[in-house]
């Protein structure tokens, strides 16, 4: 089967709106000659107070090749919760794809498997993408239980979730001690991961949902790591961290991906 490559830019808490619309127009204008069918599914995550600006910049141009993703939401529809945003609101933003589980959200915002299924959840249900983020910590790695921990953060993401909910979602995988390190994931040692997740996708669904399902690459990607993670037989695009935020780095991994 023939999954369609993903690059999407975490551009953290960086950008303030004009920052923002220069930043979208700046990746826009870079893929400009670009043929959209040729092109991977290109997403930017602004942080929240972004979201606006990027949107309408995207609506703007209407080249229709760059999509909009929250960093985060919360996973209840509306009420007392302060400082939250629900998917409805990301949606009504423009947002397609919301980030959830990022190891930063997981480490400093005390983010559980429990809470990132429930998002999960309300994602799919307002027709939205989850990009869930999974990943182990260099301790963990070097204990060996770097297998047990992904395969129990992917089983505890998805439960009670619906084979055709799970062939639409995106899983990042990014090992946390390559995250904004520099130090990049062997690429065969990210494959191999990978497919070890997809593995626990056909174990808990099936070889069809396991097929479908977007996997991808997370950990100081760069425009000249892009290729050979591409080249593997299971990783299928990237999640782009400090890479990100320049429209030249960006749009440089996303050609390294088509
Ligand atoms: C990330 O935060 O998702 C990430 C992968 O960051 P970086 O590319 O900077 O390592």
Redesign the pocket.
């Known amino acids: 089967m023939s999954r369609k490559p993903v690059i999407a830019g975490?551009w953290?808490m960086h950008n303030l709106q004009q920052a923002a619309i220069d930043l979208t127009n700046g990746i826009m204008q870079e893929l400009k000659s670009e043929d959209k069918n040729a092109l991977p599914e290109v997403i930017i995550a602004p942080t929240f107070t972004s979201l606006y600006a990027a949107n309408k910049a995207l609506r703007d141009c209407g080249c229709g090749k760059v999509r909009l993703a929250a960093q985060n939401c919360y996973f209840e529809e509306k009420g007392a919760f302060t400082g939250e945003c629900s998917v409805q609101m990301l949606k009504d933003t423009g947002c397609e794809y919301i980030i959830i589980g990022?190891s930063?959200r997981r480490e400093y915002f005390g983010e559980t498997d429990e809470m990132v299924n429930k998002k999960a959840k309300s994602i799919l249900a307002e027709g939205l993408v989850p990009i869930i983020?999974c990943g182990e910590s260099l301790a963990q790695r070097e204990a060996g239980v770097t297998d047990y921990h992904i395969a129990s953060q992917i089983t505890k993401a998805l439960r009670d979730l619906s084979a055709s909910d799970v062939a639409k979602s995106i899983i990042?995988y990014?090992p946390i001690w390559?995250?904004?390190?520099g130090k990049t994931c062997d690429s065969t040692e990210a494959n191999r991961v990978i497919a070890m997740i997809r593995n626990v996708v056909k174990g808990l669904y099936d070889a069809n949902t396991a097929d479908s399902i977007r996997i991808l690459y997370?950990?100081?990607?760069k425009p000249n790591t892009i290729k050979e993670q591409m080249a593997q037989s299971d990783i299928d695009g990237a999640?782009?961290?400090?890479?990100s935020l320049t429209a030249d780095s960006f749009a440089q991994i996303v050609k390294g991906a088509m």
Do not use: F, M, P, R
Request: hydrophobic content about 35%.
């Open positions: 975490n953290k990022h930063e983020c990042a990014e390559a995250i904004g390190t997370g950990g100081s990607v999640l782009v961290g400090g890479a």
